[in-house]
T-cell receptor, first 110, second 110 residues
Framework: GENVEQHPSTLSVQEGDSAVIKCTYS??????FPWYKQELGKRPQLIID?????GEKKDQRIAVTLNKTAKHFSLHITETQPEDSAVYFC?????????FGAGTTVTVRA | EADIYQTPRYLVIGTGKKITLECSQT?????MYWYQQDPGMELHLIHY???????EKGDLSSESTVSRIRTEHFPLTLESARPSHTSQYLC?????????FGQGTRLTVV
């Protein structure tokens, strides 16, 4: 199937520390791996994405890594700030179907 | 302004009623999706479409049906609403990469 497993379900970090969220997928046809951030009461919004022909991508304080052989991908947030507190979702797509992980609630402690 | 619109935003309806949740996008996207999400919880894919006259069931079994007669319109219908259908329904659309989400419809069946 096209399930996406996401861990951990909750993550509490001290402001300034790093946060890492990991996802695994099963569908070998997956070729696109986006990450979405959803703040309370708002719609999910894309924060970073990576295609299957790339191993790593960075955008300021956030980075994503992909290991297509092991079917793992991860989100790294460095120098966390209070505004990083939200629910983060990983997802995978095979050009047609976009399926999400269960989400990680990140809390940044001041 | 190019966006994705969902109506109604909130709906309270009695058991057994037929309802249609509307979703329209003005971005010319081929792909559209319906997700069911309880607050802060997992985004469950219930239906998707990759173009006009194509509809597919998602990862979560749903009693709802969808249609895609026009590119911009992807309505979801429940023939007979039940209390177990109470949830938030999010519509999304995408071209090649980023999926854009609507504001959601919060459905309560009493």
């Amino acid at each position: 199937g096209e399930n996406v497993e996401q861990h951990p379900s909750t993550l509490s970090v001290q402001e300034g520390d790093s946060a890492v969220i990991k996802c695994t997928y099963s569908d070998s046809a997956s070729n696109y791996f986006p990450w979405y951030k959803q703040e309370l009461g708002k719609r999910p919004q894309l924060i970073i994405d990576i295609r299957s022909n790339v191993g790593e991508k960075k955008d300021q304080r956030i980075a994503v890594t992909l290991n297509k052989t092991a079917k793992h991908f991860s989100l790294h947030i460095t120098e966390t700030q209070p505004e990083d507190s939200a629910v983060y979702f990983c997802a995978r797509s095979n050009d047609y179907k976009l399926s999400f992980g269960a989400g990680t609630t990140v809390t940044v402690r001041a | 302004e190019a966006d994705i619109y969902q109506t109604p935003r909130y709906l309270v309806i009695g058991t057994g009623k037929k309802i249609t949740l509307e979703c329209s996008q003005t971005m010319g996207h081929d792909k559209m999706y319906w997700y069911q999400q309880d607050p802060g919880m997992e985004l469950h894919l219930i239906h998707y479409s990759y173009g006009v006259n194509s509809t597919e069931k998602g990862d979560l079994s749903s009693e709802s049906t969808v249609s895609r007669i026009r590119t911009e319109h992807f309505p979801l219908t429940l023939e007979s609403a039940r209390p177990s259908h109470t949830s938030q329904y999010l519509c999304a659309s995408s071209a090649v990469r980023e999926a854009f989400f609507g504001q959601g419809t919060r459905l309560t069946v009493v």
